[in-house]
């Protein structure tokens, strides 16, 4: 079992632009959910994504957007970016119910220069 | 509103000390409540969960506690080890909208 696995691990991107960056969850787990952890911070809920929709929403501004597929992987979209956006971008996956264990990627560092 | 709170905000110690790591948390409506281990750059490492139901998870040189009434789970350390030096994150899963919400962390740094 692969875990939960994040790509890519890195990434530069400029002010105004925008980006894409994907989970594929645990074996097992239908429940994606989006961190954001900025240096020095606790990570922060963004969004959770279940059957293919979005659940619950922290609060995050409309340009971070999400989607899951079929098979429960996840892509987490930031249009018009902000040099406030460049965070450690954590994915969890977990199944449905709440009582079990949440387990997390290794991240995604996304810098915005 | 769910707020988790980690004391101290770091410490260090020398090798071989036992230690405690403390976590409060605001609202006691949860499912659960791990602990994760976080080294620098990288990603979350689940230390121990505890369930809502249960009062403390053992894993090796690591105890995790749980008071739900008062809202306050401990880490515990023994026998500390250079190793052991990362961010330390207590976070609780909420009952009523399934978030997990995180503290910001006890930087831990183990002397040799």
Redesign the interface.
């Known amino acids: 079992d692969a875990g939960v696995t994040q790509s890519p691990t890195h990434l530069i991107k400029t002010r105004g632009q925008q980006v894409t960056l994907r989970c594929s969850p645990k074996s097992g787990h239908d429940t994606v959910s989006w961190y954001q952890q900025a240096l020095g911070q606790g990570p922060q809920f963004i969004f959770q994504y279940y059957e293919e929709e979005e659940r619950q929403r922290g609060n995050f501004p409309d340009r971070f957007s999400g989607h899951q597929f079929p098979n429960y992987s996840s892509e987490l979209n930031v249009n018009a970016l902000l040099l406030g956006d460049s965070a450690l971008y954590l994915c969890a996956s977990s199944p449905r119910t709440g009582i079990t264990e949440a387990f997390f990627g290794q991240g995604t560092r996304l810098t915005v220069v | 509103k769910q707020e988790?709170t980690q004391i101290p905000a770091a410490l260090s110690v020398p090798e071989g000390e036992n230690l405690v790591l403390n976590c409060s948390f605001t609202d006691s409506a949860i499912?659960?409540l791990?602990w994760?281990r976080q080294d620098p750059?990288?990603?979350?490492?689940?230390l121990l969960?505890i369930?809502s139901s249960q009062r403390e998870q053992t894993s090796g040189r690591l105890n995790a506690s749980l008071d739900k009434s008062s809202g306050r789970s401990t880490l515990y350390i023994a026998a500390s080890q250079p190793g052991d030096s990362a961010t330390y994150?207590c976070?609780v899963?909420r009952?009523r909208?399934?978030?997990?919400?995180?503290?910001?962390?006890t930087r831990l740094h183990i002397l040799p």
Do not use: E, M, P
Not at chain 2, 41 to 46: A, N, Q
């Open positions: 988790v499912y659960n791990q994760f750059g990288k990603g979350l490492t689940s969960l369930q994150l976070a899963r009952w909208d399934d978030k997990i919400i995180f503290g910001k962390g």
